[in-house]
C-alpha cells in the first residue's frame, strides 16, 4: 500500500493559469508536509513546507493542508513554462524524521 | 553559502564491483541522509547519519552501508553491484535530525552494467 499518492500526469495547463497538484496520505500521524519541485535531470528542491491545516502562501505558490481528508496540494499560481517539471509530496509522521515521498505529478505549462 | 556537493556525479560500475559515494553537506548542517531515487520505486530513503551515527535506516540489502565523519562529510558505499542497483543517489542535508527541511544534492548518477 503506497503511503503517499500523487497523480503521475502529465498535468497539462497553459501559461498564466493556475496549476493545482494534489496529495494523499494514509498515515494520520503524519505532521509535515513538503512539496519539492524536480526538473529533468536536476535534484529535488525544496519549495514549501506546511505543518498545520489551512494555507500557506509564498510568492506564487500556496500549500493546502487538510489533515481530517488526509490531502496535501500545491497551488501555482500565474503558471509559467519555467515551472514545468515533476512536483513531488513528502510526508513525514510525528517522531520519525523520515519522510516518504510521492511518486511526483509531471507538470507542463505550454505557452 | 554553498550548497550540497556529492561526487562523483557520473559512475559507470560492473556488476559485482564495488562503490563509493560521497557528500559533503552545507556549512552548518550536521544531518545528511541518502536517497535512491529511480523511475519505478521513486524516491526512497536509503540512512540517514547525525554526529557519525546512523540514526535511521531504510529497507535496503546491507550491501548499503554508510557513514559520517566528524566534519558531516558522509559517503555510502554499496557491495557487489547487480544490475537494479542502477539509480541516481541523491544525498540531503539538513540542520540536525530533528529539522524538518532538508536540502538535496545533485546526486550521483550509478549505471551498473
Known amino acids: 500500500q503506497k503511503e503517499v499518492e500523487q497523480n503521475s500526469g502529465p498535468l497539462s495547463v497553459p501559461e498564466g493559469a493556475i496549476a493545482s497538484l494534489n496529495c494523499t496520505y494514509s498515515?494520520?500521524?503524519?505532521?509535515?508536509f513538503f512539496w519539492y519541485r524536480q526538473y529533468s535531470g536536476k535534484s529535488p528542491e525544496l519549495i514549501m513546507s506546511i505543518y498545520s491545516n489551512g494555507d500557506k502562501e509564498d510568492g506564487r505558490f500556496t500549500a493546502q493542508l487538510n489533515k481530517a481528508s488526509q490531502y496535501v496540494s500545491l497551488l501555482i499560481r500565474d503558471s509559467q513554462p519555467s515551472d514545468s517539471a515533476t512536483y513531488l509530496c513528502?510526508?513525514?509522521?510525528?517522531?520519525?524524521?523520515?519522510?516518504?515521498f510521492g511518486r511526483g505529478t509531471s507538470l507542463i505549462v505550454h505557452p | 553559502k554553498a550548497g550540497v556537493t556529492q561526487t562523483p556525479r557520473y559512475l559507470i560500475k560492473t556488476r559485482g564491483q564495488q562503490v563509493t559515494l560521497s557528500c559533503s553537506p552545507i556549512s552548518g548542517h550536521r544531518s545528511v541522509s541518502w536517497y535512491q531515487q529511480t523511475p519505478g520505486q521513486g524516491l526512497q530513503f536509503l540512512f540517514e547519519y547525525f554526529s557519525e551515527t546512523q540514526r535511521n535506516k531504510g529497507n535496503f540489502p546491507g550491501r548499503f552501508s554508510g557513514r559520517q565523519f566528524s566534519n558531516s562529510r558522509s559517503e555510502m558505499n554499496v557491495s557487489t553491484l547487480e544490475l537494479g542497483d542502477s539509480a541516481l543517489y541523491l544525498c540531503?542535508?539538513?540542520?540536525?535530525?530533528?529539522?524538518?527541511?532538508?536540502?538535496f544534492g545533485p546526486g550521483t548518477r550509478l549505471t551498473v552494467t
Open positions: 498515515d494520520r500521524g503524519s505532521q509535515s
Open positions: 513528502a510526508v513525514r509522521r510525528g517522531g520519525s524524521y523520515i519522510p516518504t
Open positions: 540531503a542535508s539538513s540542520l540536525n535530525y530533528e529539522s524538518n527541511e532538508q536540502y
